[in-house]
DNA sequence: CTTTATTGTTACATAATGTAACAATAATAG
DNA sequence: CTATTATTGTTACATTATGTAACAATAAAG
C-alpha cells in the first residue's frame, strides 16, 4: 500500500526542464462524516499555507503534468481532474512569501530563482476517495493535510481565491455523477449521497424529492440491502453507473 | 469612427517585455443574419488560418492583456469576454507553422526566436456587435475576416479543437443574457432572439415556449412596437434588463 | 409485542414545459 | 372597403418535473 518512496523523485530534473512562468495549482475534494475537506500544505515553520501544485515540464502534457502532481501529493494515479480556471493576476507576481519559505528552509537562492517569478496559475480540481490518499509534503513544506473546506487557514496569495471559484464549479458540476462516484465508496445508500450533495451544496435538500430524482436520472444501480445495525428499516444500498 | 491607426502600437515594446510560454486565445463570436460567425486571420500568402491571439505583458493582468488584443483586431473595448478553457497539450509545441509564416514575411529568425516556442493558450471567447467592429489584420497576417462558423477554413494547430470548445461553452452560457446583449442590437423582436438561440444551439425551438420562457424570465423589458413592413401584425421590441 | 427511528413508496399540489389552437393586425390584392 | 395572407401575441390543455406531506415497511431495542 506505501508508495511514499518513489513519489518526490524529481532529482534527476532541474528548474531547467520546466516551462517558466507556468505553474499548476489543485484543489483536492475529499470527502468525510458530512465534511467537505482539501489538501492544504503548510511550508515549514513559516506559517504559510498553499494549495498543492507543481510546474510543467517543457515535454509534457498539461493534463499530465497535473496528474503527475497529484501523484506527488497524494499516491493516486486514477483521479477525477476537471481543469477550471487559470489565475493570471498580478497579485501572483508578489515573490515575498516564496522567499521567506526557502528563507525558513535555509536554501541559498538568488533574485532570479525559478520559485521567485510571476507564474500564470492553471488551476484543477479534484476528486478523491480519502481513505485511499496517504499525503505527502513535498520538500519545502512539512505537513500535506486534509482541512475542512468551513474552517481552512488563510492561504498564500490568491489560493483562497481559487479554492472558492473551485467550489463553485464543483457545485455546478454536482449533478454528473463523477462526483459520487470519486468522493463515496463504490456502493452507498440514498441517505450517505444525500448527505454528500448537502454538504457540498451548504443547502438542506427535501429527501423525496432528492431520492426520486436520483432515481429517475437512470444513473443508478440498486444493489442489496445493508445491515445498519440501527433500529429501523435497511437502506439499499446503490452504485453510480459508468458515466 | 476609425481608430485604426492607434492600433497595433506595439512599437515600443519587444519581446523581452513578455512572458515566455504563454499566449492568449480569442474566438470572437458576431452573429448577423441568422449566422453565427467569428474571427479569423489569415497569414500572408501561407494559407494559414488562425484564431485572433497575443501574449502576456510581463506587468499585465491577464485580462488586460486579452482586452489589449480584442481592441488591435476589432477596435472595440467593452466587450463581453469569457475565460473557458487552458489549452496545453504537446501538440502546440509544433513550430512549423509559424516558421513557414516568418519565411513567407521575410522576417530574419533565429531557432529561439519569441514566437519558435511552445505556448500554453489561455483562451477566451468574447460576444461582439459585428457592426461596431472594423476587424484589423496584424503585421504577420494580410486579412482578418468574419467567417461563418459552419463553413471555417482549416486551423492552424488546434485552433479547431479550441474553436469548437469555445462553442460548446457559449450553448451552456445561452440563458445569461450576455449572450443576446452582446451579439443582437440593444432592442429586438421575440423572433429575432429566438433565431439567434437556434442559430446558436443549431436546433429549432419552439415559438410559444421560448416567448414564454423568456418572458417569465423576467430579464426582458417589453419596448413599443416595430413597424416591419410586412403584412402581418407588427412584433413588439424588446432590451435585455442588464445582468 | 410495542416502540422507535429511518427508509421506501404513494398521493396530491404546484410549477415548468411541450403543443396546438385561436385572436390580433399590418400590408396587399381585389 | 373587404378579403386574404403572414406573422405575432395569447390562451388552453396535456405532459412532465418538482415540492411536500402522509403512510407503509422494517430492523433493532425495550
Given at each position: ?48 499555507f498553499a494549495l498543492p501544485g507543481g510546474f510543467l515540464r517543457k515535454n509534457e502534457e498539461l493534463k499530465d503534468a497535473t496528474e503527475r502532481v497529484l ?42 530563482h525559478f520559485l521567485l517569478q510571476r507564474f500564470v496559475s492553471v488551476s484543477y480540481y479534484a476528486l478523491v476517495d480519502i481513505k485511499r490518499v496517504e ?109
Amino acid at each position: 500500500m506505501s508508495n511514499k518512496d518513489e513519489r518526490n523523485s524529481i532529482s534527476e530534473v532541474t528548474w531547467d526542464d520546466y516551462m517558466p512562468g507556468i505553474s499548476i495549482d489543485c484543489v483536492i475534494f475529499g470527502y468525510h462524516k458530512k465534511e467537505l475537506k482539501i489538501l492544504v500544505l503548510e511550508y515549514k515553520k513559516s506559517g504559510i499555507f498553499a494549495l498543492p501544485g507543481g510546474f510543467l515540464r517543457k515535454n509534457e502534457e498539461l493534463k499530465d503534468a497535473t496528474e503527475r502532481v497529484l501523484f506527488e501529493r497524494t499516491g493516486l494515479s486514477d483521479i477525477y481532474l476537471n481543469q477550471f480556471h487559470t489565475f493570471g493576476s498580478l497579485k501572483r507576481a508578489d515573490t515575498k512569501p516564496m522567499q521567506s519559505v526557502l528563507k525558513k528552509n535555509q536554501v541559498p537562492f538568488e533574485e532570479n530563482h525559478f520559485l521567485l517569478q510571476r507564474f500564470v496559475s492553471v488551476s484543477y480540481y479534484a476528486l478523491v476517495d480519502i481513505k485511499r490518499v496517504e499525503p505527502v509534503a513535498d520538500e519545502l513544506s512539512d505537513s500535506c493535510k486534509w482541512y475542512d473546506t468551513d474552517t481552512l487557514p488563510p492561504l498564500m496569495l490568491d489560493h483562497r481565491e481559487i479554492f472558492e471559484t473551485a467550489l463553485k464549479h464543483l457545485r455546478n458540476n454536482i449533478n454528473r455523477n463523477v462526483v459520487g462516484m470519486n468522493l463515496l465508496d463504490e456502493s452507498f445508500t440514498m441517505g450517505e449521497l444525500q448527505n454528500l450533495h448537502e454538504t457540498i451544496l451548504s443547502e438542506k435538500l427535501n429527501r423525496t424529492g432528492f431520492h426520486r430524482k436520483m432515481m429517475l436520472s437512470g444513473r443508478l444501480k440498486r444493489l442489496g440491502k445493508k445491515k445498519t445495525g440501527k433500529a429501523h428499516r435497511s437502506p439499499f444500498l446503490y452504485k453510480f453507473l459508468d458515466a
